[in-house]
């Protein structure tokens, strides 16, 4: 059973466990890839996620018909680029694949879906 703790009359989750003493927070990013299904796409986004020293840490991916929808968790510590040469290489392309591929650091995407 989970307990929450009260501060001055509002109620909180407990504190997630952070890193072990010495070990940062690994820094992350998400990536969500929609479009037409073709042959490919996930190569194509891999091989990019690579050449910047991304690793993929989790990815989902479905057919829902005819249109692709997948959504990738990455780490970044290892990024060779600046993060924002990152997000433009896979804005890129899914221009030129006729995809929607957003990219944002896990931060920035946990801050836009807290209630």
Known sequence: MRR???Q???WFPPEKPGPPPGKARPMKAVV???GKDTVGIIAKV???CARCG???LDISQTVLQDYFTMIMITDIDGITVPFPDFVDAMARIGNA???KILTMHEDIFNTM???
């Open 4 to 6: 929450t703790v009260r």
């Open 54 to 56: 991304v690793n993929i």
């Open 32 to 34: 969500s890839v929609i």
């Open 113 to 115: 879906h807290k209630i």
């Open 8 to 10: 001055r009359g509002t």
């Open 46 to 48: 891999s091989a990019e």
């Open 97 to 99: 694949n006729n995809l």
